[in-house]
């Protein structure tokens, strides 16, 4: 994992439809914080 690093979710919801979400992760600790 680094700076920078994207991810991608997505979240089912009641009805069965999918809410996409994309993020970041802007620092990156090793052993202590995403």
Known sequence: M???S???IDI???GG???PNVGCFPEVIPQ???
Request: proline share 7%; charged share 25%; no cysteine.
């Open 2 to 4: 680094r700076p920078g």
């Open 6 to 8: 994207i991810f991608r």
């Open 12 to 14: 089912a919801v009641t």
């Open 17 to 19: 439809q999918a809410l």
């Open 32 to 34: 202590e914080r995403l």
